[in-house]
């Protein structure tokens, strides 16, 4: 699945911090 190679490519860390991020963005649009 395509899931599955973003983690491989993209760190777990890194992921953690992208969904991080989009939170900030939906409270700001909000």
């Known amino acids: ?4 190679a973003t ?3 993209i760190p777990a ?3 953690l911090a ?3 991020l989009g939170g900030l ?3 700001r649009r909000r």
């Open 1 to 4: 699945t395509l899931t599955g």
């Open 7 to 9: 983690t491989r490519v």
């Open 13 to 15: 860390p890194a992921s």
């Open 18 to 20: 992208l969904l991080g």
């Open 25 to 27: 963005v939906a409270r």
